[in-house]
Each structure stands twice: as structure tokens, then as C-alpha cells.
């Protein structure tokens, strides 16, 4: 039986090795481009088709907020910081908001969440999460409160900021957030 | 298996090779074309792609992914909803076509052939690549214009652009081009079609036709000088507008006036050099606000950028109304940054220098956001037009768009990608978003409400001021009180004493209308106080708390030039914004006021609006120095308008004329604040191309024993005369005689007669003769006249036309026509009554209907012409009770031009024709007949004509026809 096994030919090796060479090139020609896949996130995004991004995906951004922080400014807008998830004019449409914080911001040390609903939504207790850090801002009645951004941690970073104990039907709160002023 | 397996772990190397050269071949193959797809496009816009694999690997990824969808989609659907355009071209035309890809200019026109759907015909056509950026003509989708070089026009275009559009929102242009056309903004027709070039599908195009005759002409206006402005080259933002290098006359309104381009240089000059002053009253004659103010509303409420300093300047000059109107072209849009006009230029900033401009640009854009452009129904629209398109698309192999990739950098930006459904409906739900919040931000410019007011210190008056002396002018002012009955003011003197200086402050964008002062004073049993202006005229007096404004002048906001802090270099940075403005007035009183309000009326969303007592900021940003009138605007970051209050608006002056004998020696203009009378019995004696412009209301009320007479002194050749503009609304020319005259020369309007009514309405005309005019002009022109009414006229020996009459309304009654050198009533896009009249001799048609005219002609005779009745180009004539006698054709349908859609309609009812070579002659029918009635060959039935015979020819009857003809013989 040993003596059947034939050391394989070096034209099989060739052959080996151009098959996955082939296979290796058509799987990196037909996997969607990192940017593809960015500007696809960032429209759906947007348009509040997605809430929230995974944190592959997070990373996926921050590799082209590197290569590319043109494209970071202008998502973060002039204060170096802003919100990516549905809004009109900082009036969030949907329920977990996502924001950009950038180095630009240093000067922007906190958010305000202006916050109007039913009294029987309250208390609502958000969750705030950075990329490296974690907190939670309690609300018990409508009005303006302020987040305020560790300092010191890695930027840029996509804060999320979620409610914890939702009671009422989405969208039951308005919620607007302000930067900066 | 095994067998195979034991050969393939034995395979030799050449047999490897062979085996493994297709998939060598493939890798080779997809990485050639991706880099040879890269460096297309790096070439095509002159910039490098990063130096990393990336941008290798989305041009491999889209190549790949265009080749799958290739081999899974089934190519033009079943039942395409669109037209399908058939192009062949020959090979070698093909490779000259191609040649001129991505060219600046001199892109090579070859001959083709094409054929429509829609249409049994084809058409032989010449086509040439259109377009320099590199969407146009990078991938095998080109964009191409095609001109129509044999037989009628496409749906009436000669010349027009199937384009390779590649903004992701698909029917994005398509939106604001039917939006901006149903609001009247000039816009060549706009449509998606699908293209078949030699065979290959192409797949969806947007057709655009090219700005030309028949755009003017379904826009009810003149054919004429059309000019196009685009940066050629390099230069600054300012290099298109110092002179009409870079501007190409693309129509004329005479072939002989093809080079003439002194309209555009006056235009132009106006822009860069004139005065504040000399510009506004220039803009005033002749720039169409109205169609100005329109456009600017399409490109701010959809964020459309293409129409800077640099490019897509399109401008029509309307020969009849000596105006210019802007053409729309290129509206790609939908976008928001947070900007009101998201690019400027030239003439919009000088435009929006002048308020009542201004105030036009800002009502339409607030119609269109409350109408056609409102969320609800631009979304709609959009869901409609992709779901029509979805099919066409979803088997374009070549659908492709650029915005595909995060704009990390131009590059990036600009790239052409395929692009699919999902991508498509993202796009869609992402740009109507964009939409929603432009939407918002304007409504919110529009409505803000910035009106403040700021008092000075009071401070007593020494003199004693009479009340008598400082009653106000009727125009001014009025009394009036809220809570007492309104009583007058004393008679007696009064004392004044109190002086307080108020200044009255707007900032935004809405002018506001002061309405209502209300003033509490300190002890004061009988208050008596007026509010006096700058200039120390009375605005308001008032022995009450409270006084309304009567005039409804609004105060505007002057405006600045700022800097925006996105779009692109130079000018076209440049904004437009309202800076705090204040209005300065001093309040007169007989006691110390102590508390101050003030309304006012929003011009926008007319609500009653509360001025609030203007914080420091405000207070602080007023303008303390306007530039005076005399100065030239710089187009540089901080040049200010005018202050408004600088406007005059100038009183109605009016001019008596005669009676008697008034010398005319050159051409004179009353401007349209004048109004003339003339007297009976006034003689006008013009020396030489001497002319009579008149731009105010006109009334001229000739008898029959004192009529009055234009002529030429000795006999001499004359000008005209000219009723211009809308001003002149409601004039009246009675008994009137015009002789020897020929047409006005030299003017920014093109006046062919010798009597010239345009752009005007409600005129009456009665009883006048025209006679013996000279030059190859017409007698009497009517153009953009609504309301024309027309009776009594005689004209006579015309040199061309009699009577010549241009997208108007109205009637001609009792009109007697004799011996015309063309027509006799020559309609063009009219809708006209004709009735009671005569027409005799003349070398064309008695009485011709074209281009999309409605005309009623009853109880009249037409003798001795070419034609008696013509009718073309989908005009619709109705006839009733006439006669047409010793013509060489009765009735005439000319060959359609192509220009208009529909077909011509005849009918009539009791027409007699008599002495005809042929009675109806159609080009446009197989059967030489009318669409509807019958023709009468004789006088056998004459009922129907009593009416003619006995009151407007007075005869007895038929039998006496030819005696009455051979009575009034023409030559």
C-alpha cells in the first residue's frame, strides 16, 4: 500500500497553487469594497433603515476615518461632532441615536438631550456608550439634560446612546440633541 | 475518482500548465480591465487614484459584478412603458463618432439613421458625442446629441440630447423639470427613453431637447436670440461676464443677426459696470422679474447647483417685450446645505439687490413649497416615476451612477458605478430626506420673523408746530383709531413738544409691512402724535393710542454679499443674506410716550407679526453706511445693496399733446410713468425714422370730424408708433389715421409695423386707418396682447401684412382690408374673433390661422387672394356665414411644420365659395375637404348671408356682388 502512494508532481503543486491563487483573487474581486459598505451604512443610517452599527462595522469606519479624514470632518461636521443616525435638524426619528465624536470636538466637552414625552414614560434611563466607556443619564421629567464626555479617551468614536427601559411604543419620545451651545 | 485523482496528483507539468492557463487567463483578463478602467478615469479627470489597492478593487469588484449581472439579466423587458430610439451608425462613422470622446469641443457630427417605436417612419440624422465629463463618455453608454437633418422634427425637435444621466436620484431631473415648467419656468421637455445603438441595448437615456424654436414657441413667445454662457478654458468666476467671449448665440431671431450680439453685451455690462441706479431701472425694462424670480425658485427649493458663475447661463431675449427670460438646463438637485441659494451668480446677486425682486424670488419659493414642490408631492412623484422606470431599469446592463462611495474624496465622489435596485430605492429614501430638510430649513427662512423697533430718548421740543401745517398727504396717510371713533385731528394749533427718534429694524429675509403703532403716554388725557420719516414727511398722525399705516410698502432687509463655508472656490462661494436694516422715523407728540408697540403684516405668510425691541446684537449689526446710488457692486464678500428706502417710486406724470400740429424729429420715448392724452384734431408731422414710443397709458380721442393724423413731414417716410409694455393697459386709439410710416428701428425691441401694440392688454382700436406704409414691415402688429379689440379699422396698401397679430386675444370687428403685399389678418398663436369684415387683394391669404391658433370668423368676404381662408400647424378654425370670391384656393391647409402636435380642424357652416381654381386644397388630409359642413357653390341658399349683405357690404343681395366688387378694384 505504501508503495502506491506517489509523491504528488510538481505540475499538480502548480496546479494547486493557480486554483487558489484563481479562487483567492475572484473571492477578493467579488467582496464588497470596504467604502461600499461604509456609504451603504451611512445612508441607512440616515434614512433610519439601521439604528446601530456592529462594532466589525464600527471598526470598519475607523479604518476609513484613518485613511481618509476628510471624509471623518464631514460626517463630524464643523464641531467635530454630530449626529449620523435619522434626524431632522437634531430631532431624532428614531429610537437609539448614534453620534460622532472626532479629535475636532475637544472643545465640545458634552451633549444636551432635550427630551419630551408623556409623563408616564418616565423615568427614562439612557444608556450612553462610547468606545471605550459607559454611562447612564436617568431623566425624570421633560426638559434639556446635559452629557457630559469623558475626556482623555480614544477618539475618533461612535457614542450610542440607547434607552434602557422602554415602556412606551417607539417613537413615544421626542428626543432633539444639541451640541455644544 | 480515484482514478482521476491519481492523474491529477501525477499530472505533468506542461499538462498543469495548460490546465491552469484559463484561470490565469481569467485573473489576467479582470485585472487588465480593471486597471485599464482605473486609469480611464484617472485620465478622464486628471487626478490620481490613492496609492493603495483600494480603488483597484472596486473598479475589479464593479467589472465583476456588471459581468454576473450581464449573464443573469434577460435585457430589455417585454413591454417597455418608454420609447425605444433604434440608432445605426456604420463602422467607420462609428470610429470618427468615437474620436470625440471626452473632448472639449469640435466633437464630430456623422450620419445615422434612426427610428422611434412609436413611429412607423425613421429618421436620417446627424450624431455627434455630447458632453466633455467623463460620465458622458467613459463607459460604452455615451451620452449623444442628435440632429434631425431629413423631413419633419422629432415631436417637433430638430435638434436634441439623449443623455447618459448619472445621478443616483434616476428621476431627480425629471421632478424639477416638470415642476419648473408648470410654474413657467422655461425648460427644454424632458423624458426617459430607451436607446439601441447598432444593435447593442444601451438601456435607459434621458432625452432632453435641445433649447431651440420649438421650446420658444410652446412657451407662447418669439422665436429669437438665444444666447448660452459656459466658462471655456480657464479663468476666473468674473471672465464669462466681462464680455461675450465665452457665449455662443445658439438661436436668432434673423439669419442676418446671427453675429449681433449687442443685447448680450449691453446685458452684460449692465451686470459688471453699471451703477447701482443705472442697473436696477436697466433690470426693470428689461429683465423679465417675473420668469427671473421663477427660475431662482426652482434651483433654491430643490438645491440645485449648476447655475454658478461658470456655467449653464442660458438666456432668450423676447423681441416684443425687450426682456430677458432664463432658460432652465441642467437641474440636477436635491440637495441640502443649508444655504438658500446653494450657488450664485452675476445676475441673481444683482437681482436680488433690488427688493421688489427679492420679495418675488421669496413668494414663489414659499408657493412651491406649499404646492408643486410641496413634501408630499415630490415624494409622490418620485415613487410614481421609479416605479415606471423600475422595469427599464432593472435591465439596463449599463445602469450606472456616480455618489456611490463616501465622499472621502472627489475621486471617490465622482466615480461611476453600477448601480442596482437596492442601491436605487436607498438613494431614493435618502435624497427625499435631503429633500424633507431643505424643505424645512426654507420654510423657516421664509416664515422667521425678524422686526424690531429701538426708541431713542425723548426730548422736548422747542418749537410749536401747527398741526394744519403737518397734516399728511392722502396717499400717506389716514387716521385711524382702534378703540375711540376715529376722530380728526384738531385744527387748532397744537403742541408737538415730545420728539422720540424711532428706528424700525427688519433683518430677514420677508419684508414687513408696518401696520400698527400703539403708544401709551405718561398723563396724557388727549394724545396727539404723528410719526414722521426721514425725509420729514408725515406718516402718521393720530390723536388716539393707536394708528394704522396706510401704505403697504413693505420694509425690506438690504442685503449683503457673505462667504459660504462649503461649495466650491472662488465666486462661487458667494451668498446672498439679509442684514439688519433700520428705518429711521421720529415720533412727534404732544405728551411723553412711555410705552411702545408695533405691528406689522409678514409679506410672506402675511400674518401680523410683533416687532420686539431689538437686542444689542441686532442693534449692533444695522448697517450704519449704504452705498449711495451712484456706486458699482463689487462682487466681493461684504459689498451691500442699496438701502431700500432708497427706491423712488416715481408719481404718474400725465402729457397732453394737440391739439394742433406736433413735430416729431427723432424717436421718443414716454416712459411708462407717463401718460398721454392726445387731443382731437392733432396732426404728428415726423421728420425722417422719426417714431412715437409710448410706455404709459395712452388716450387718443379722434372724431370723425377731428381725427387724429400721424404722417411724415412732406410725405417723407416715417418710423412708427408703439404702445409698450404693460403699463399701456387700457389705452384707446379713436379715429386715428396713420399714413406713409414704415417701423421703428434701433431699439431693444423689434417693432415691425407701423402701428405696434405689445405686451399689454385691454386696448381698443377704433376707427382707425392705416394706409401707404413703406419698407418691408407690416401696417399693424399686435404681440403678448390680451384683450385686443380691434373695430372699425381700414388698412391700405400694406407692404407686407395688414394685419399681424402674435400670441394674443381678442376681436377684430368691421375690418376693411385692401391690397396687402401678404396677408390680410395674419394670426400666429392667437385666439381671435374676426367678424363683419372685408378683405381685398392681397398677395398671400385673405385671413391665415397658424401655429396653434383658434380662430372664429363669421359674416365677412374675401376676394382677389392667393388663399382665401389658410390655416396650419394644429390651428383650429370655425367659420361661419362667408364668403370667399375670385381666390385662386378657397380654403388652404398648409404642410404641417412639426413644431406643434395636433392636426388642423376646418369647419364651417355656410361657406360660399366662388370663382376658386380649388375650393379646399389640404396637405395635411388625403381628401381635399373640410373637416366639418359643406361648401356652397352659389347664392341659391342666401340666408345665411343677410347679415353680410345687408349691413356690412349694404347690398341687396348675391346678384350684386361683383358690381360692389368692381366698385372697390384693388391693384
Redesign the interface.
Known amino acids: 500500500m505504501e508503495g502506491n502512494r506517489?509523491k504528488?508532481?510538481?505540475?499538480?503543486w502548480?496546479?494547486c497553487g493557480?486554483?487558489a491563487?484563481?479562487v483567492a483573487?475572484?473571492i477578493?474581486?467579488?467582496?464588497?469594497?470596504?467604502?461600499?459598505d461604509?456609504?451603504?451604512l451611512?445612508?441607512?443610517l440616515?434614512?433610519g433603515?439601521i439604528q446601530r452599527i456592529s462594532d466589525s462595522e464600527k471598526e470598519m469606519f475607523y479604518g476609513?476615518f484613518e485613511?481618509?479624514p476628510?471624509?471623518m470632518k464631514?460626517l463630524s461636521g464643523?464641531r467635530g461632532i454630530d449626529l449620523l443616525s435619522?434626524n431632522?435638524?437634531g430631532l431624532s426619528l428614531v429610537d437609539e441615536l448614534l453620534i460622532l465624536r472626532t479629535s475636532d470636538a475637544s472643545n465640545c466637552g458634552k451633549f444636551m438631550l432635550d427630551v419630551s414625552g408623556a409623563q408616564s414614560e418616565y423615568p427614562i434611563v439612557f444608556t450612553i456608550k462610547g468606545r471605550t466607556w459607559k454611562k447612564e443619564l436617568k431623566v425624570t421629567r421633560n426638559g434639556r439634560s446635559t452629557v457630559w464626555l469623558p475626556k482623555g479617551v480614544q477618539v475618533p468614536e461612535f457614542i450610542e446612546v440607547t434607552r434602557k427601559n422602554s415602556k412606551g411604543k417607539s417613537g413615544s419620545v421626542d428626543v432633539k440633541v444639541r451640541f455644544c451651545d | 475518482m480515484e482514478m482521476i485523482w491519481?492523474r491529477?496528483?501525477?499530472?505533468?507539468?506542461?499538462?498543469?500548465?495548460i490546465?491552469?492557463l484559463p484561470?490565469?487567463f481569467?485573473?489576467v483578463w479582470?485585472?487588465s480591465s480593471a486597471v485599464l478602467s482605473l486609469r480611464k478615469y484617472e485620465l478622464a479627470v486628471g487626478e490620481k487614484a490613492?496609492g493603495?489597492t483600494?480603488f483597484f478593487?472596486?473598479h475589479?469588484?464593479d467589472i465583476?459584478?456588471r459581468d454576473l449581472r450581464w449573464i443573469l439579466s434577460s435585457g430589455e423587458p417585454e413591454k417597455s412603458k418608454i420609447e425605444t430610439f433604434v440608432i445605426e451608425v456604420s463602422y467607420n462613422n462609428m470610429i470618427d463618432l468615437y474620436g470625440g470622446a471626452g473632448k472639449i469641443s469640435d466633437r464630430p457630427y456623422v450620419p445615422a439613421k434612426l427610428s422611434v417605436n412609436s413611429q412607423l417612419k425613421s429618421y436620417d440624422i446627424e450624431i455627434r458625442l455630447r458632453g466633455s465629463r467623463h460620465w458622458h463618455h467613459l463607459s460604452r453608454k455615451k451620452s449623444m446629441k442628435i440632429k434631425v437633418i431629413d423631413g419633419l422634427p422629432y415631436k417637433g425637435h430638430q435638434i436634441f440630447n439623449l443623455i447618459n444621466q448619472v445621478t443616483p436620484l434616476v428621476v431627480g431631473q425629471k421632478i424639477i423639470a416638470d415642476t419648473a415648467a408648470e410654474n413657467g419656468v422655461m425648460v427644454p421637455p424632458y423624458e426617459f427613453v430607451r436607446v439601441v445603438f447598432n444593435g447593442e441595448d444601451l438601456g435607459v437615456f434621458h432625452f432632453q431637447a435641445q433649447p431651440d424654436d420649438t421650446l420658444f414657441r410652446k412657451n407662447r413667445t418669439m422665436y429669437s436670440d438665444f444666447f448660452s454662457g459656459n466658462l471655456v478654458g480657464k479663468g476666473d468666476a468674473m471672465t464669462m461676464w466681462k464680455d461675450d467671449s465665452h457665449w455662443k448665440k445658439v438661436t436668432s431671431r434673423l439669419h442676418s443677426n446671427r453675429e449681433d450680439v449687442k443685447r448680450l453685451d449691453e446685458l452684460l455690462h449692465h451686470i459688471t459696470e453699471s451703477s447701482f441706479k443705472t442697473f436696477n431701472a436697466y433690470a426693470r425694462e428689461h429683465i423679465d422679474f417675473e420668469a427671473f424670480a421663477a427660475f431662482e425658485a426652482i434651483d433654491v427649493v430643490f438645491g440645485i447647483e449648476q447655475h454658478g458663475f461658470k456655467e449653464n447661463q442660458k438666456l432668450y431675449f423676447d423681441p416684443y417685450k425687450g426682456s430677458w427670460v432664463p432658460v432652465a438646463w441642467d437641474l440636477r438637485g436635491f440637495k441640502h446645505d443649508g444655504v438658500i441659494n446653494r450657488v450664485e451668480n452675476p445676475i441673481t446677486i444683482r437681482l436680488k439687490m433690488i427688493p421688489e425682486y427679492r420679495a418675488l424670488r421669496n413668494q414663489k419659493v414659499w408657493e412651491l413649497l406649499h404646492g408643486d414642490a410641496s413634501v408630499k408631492r415630490v415624494r409622490k412623484q418620485a415613487e410614481r416615476l421609479t416605479q415606471k422606470l423600475r422595469p427599464e431599469l432593472s435591465n439596463d446592463r449599463l445602469f450606472s451612477a456616480y455618489k456611490?462611495?463616501?465622499?472621502?474624496?472627489e475621486f471617490?465622489f465622482k466615480m461611476l458605478r453600477p448601480m442596482d435596485m437596492e442601491?436605487m430605492f436607498?438613494?431614493l429614501?435618502?435624497e427625499m430626506?435631503s429633500y424633507?430638510?431643505r424643505h424645512?430649513?426654507l420654510m423657516n427662512q421664509l416664515q422667521k420673523s425678524e422686526f424690531y423697533y429701538r426708541l431713542g430718548s425723548t426730548t422736548t421740543n422747542p418749537k410749536t408746530i401747527a398741526a394744519s401745517e403737518a397734516e399728511p398727504s392722502a396717499a400717506e396717510m389716514a387716521p385711524s383709531n382702534e378703540e375711540a371713533a376715529p376722530e380728526e385731528p384738531k385744527s387748532e394749533t397744537t403742541e408737538l413738544q415730545y420728539s422720540t427718534p424711532l428706528h424700525i429694524i427688519v433683518a430677514g429675509e420677508s419684508g414687513i409691512t408696518p401696520h400698527k403703532i400703539k403708544i401709551d403716554f405718561v398723563d396724557c388725557k388727549s394724545p396727539d402724535w404723528k410719526l414722521v420719516s426721514e425725509t420729514q414727511s408725515t406718516v402718521l398722525h393720530s390723536t388716539n393710542h393707536v394708528a394704522h399705516f396706510v401704505s403697504d410698502q413693505p420694509l425690506m432687509a438690504m442685503v449683503h454679499l457673505g462667504e459660504r463655508?462649503k461649495g466650491d472656490a472662488d465666486l462661487n462661494r458667494l451668498k446672498v443674506e439679509p442684514v439688519p436694516t433700520a428705518y429711521t422715523y421720529t415720533i412727534q407728540s404732544n405728551c411723553a410716550p412711555r410705552k411702545f408697540e408695533l405691528f406689522g403684516i409678514h409679506q410672506i405668510t402675511q400674518n401680523q407679526v410683533f416687532a420686539k425691541d431689538a437686542p444689542v446684537e441686532v442693534w449692533s449689526a444695522v448697517v450704519k453706511k449704504a452705498p449711495s446710488p451712484d456706486d458699482v457692486l463689487k462682487f466681493e464678500t461684504g459689498a451691500l445693496s442699496l438701502h431700500p428706502g432708497n427706491r423712488m417710486e416715481s408719481e404718474i406724470e400725465v402729457v397732453e399733446l394737440g391739439p394742433g400740429s406736433v413735430t416729431i424729429s427723432g424717436t421718443m420715448v414716454y416712459g411708462e410713468n407717463t401718460d398721454v392724452t392726445v387731443a382731437p384734431g392733432t396732426t404728428f408731422v415726423f421728420d425722417k425714422k422719426a417714431s412715437l414710443i409710448f410706455k404709459g397709458k395712452v388716450t387718443m380721442n379722434g372724431t370723425s370730424s377731428k381725427p387724429i393724423v400721424f404722417s411724415g413731414r412732406n410725405g417723407r417716410t416715417w418710423g412708427g408708433v408703439a404702445l409698450q409694455g404693460p403699463r399701456t393697459a387700457g389705452s384707446v386709439l379713436k379715429e386715428v389715421s396713420l399714413v406713409g410710416g414704415s417701423y421703428i428701428k434701433d431699439q431693444p425691441v423689434v417693432y415691425t409695423s407701423m402701428l405696434n401694440i405689445h405686451n399689454t392688454e385691454n386696448i381698443l382700436i377704433d376707427g382707425c386707418t392705416v394706409q401707404n406704409n413703406r419698407g418691408d414691415g407690416d401696417s399693424f402688429h399686435a404681440a403678448y396682447v390680451k384683450g385686443l379689440d380691434v373695430r372699425d379699422i381700414r388698412v391700405e396698401n400694406a407692404t407686407m401684412d395688414a394685419i399681424d397679430i402674435e400670441f394674443s386675444t381678442g376681436r377684430v370687428t368691421r375690418a376693411f382690408v385692401r391690397n396687402a403685399g401678404d396677408d390680410g389678418i395674419d394670426l400666429m398663436d392667437s385666439k381671435m374673433i374676426v367678424s363683419d369684415s372685408i378683405i381685398l387683394g392681397c398677395t398671400q391669404h385673405g385671413i391665415s390661422a397658424g401655429e396653434n391658433s383658434t380662430l372664429q370668423i363669421n359674416d365677412f368676404l374675401v376676394a382677389w387672394t392667393k388663399n382665401g381662408v389658410f390655416a396650419k400647424d394644429s390651428s383650429q378654425v370655425e367659420i361661419d356665414a362667408g364668403v370667399l370670391i375670385h381666390n385662386q384656393t378657397g380654403v388652404r391647409v398648409g404642410r404641417p411644420s412639426g413644431l406643434y402636435g395636433g392636426d388642423v380642424e376646418i369647419s364651417a357652416n355656410a361657406l360660399y365659395v366662388m370663382g376658386a381654381e380649388e375650393l379646399v386644397a389640404r396637405t395635411d388630409r388625403k381628401k381635399n375637404k373640410l373637416d366639418e359642413g359643406t361648401i356652397l357653390f352659389g347664392f341659391v341658399e342666401e340666408r345665411p348671408l343677410r347679415h353680410l349683405f345687408a349691413d356690412v357690404l349694404q347690398i341687396a343681395g348675391g346678384e350684386e356682388i361683383e358690381e360692389w366688387l368692381k366698385e372697390r378694384k384693388v391693384k
Open positions: 506517489q504528488p508532481s510538481a505540475g499538480f502548480l496546479l493557480v486554483s491563487l484563481v483573487f475572484f477578493w474581486g467579488f467582496s464588497t469594497p470596504r467604502l461600499e461604509v456609504w451603504k451611512e445612508v441607512k440616515k434614512i433603515q476609513v485613511d481618509y476628510k471624509y464631514d464643523r435619522a431632522s435638524d | 491519481k491529477l496528483v501525477r499530472i505533468r507539468l506542461m499538462s498543469a500548465v490546465l491552469a484561470g490565469i481569467l485573473c479582470y485585472t490613492p493603495n483600494e478593487q472596486i475589479l469588484y465583476l459584478s456611490q462611495l463616501p465622499k472621502v474624496n471617490a442601491k436607498l438613494v429614501e435618502s430626506m424633507e430638510r424645512s430649513f463655508v
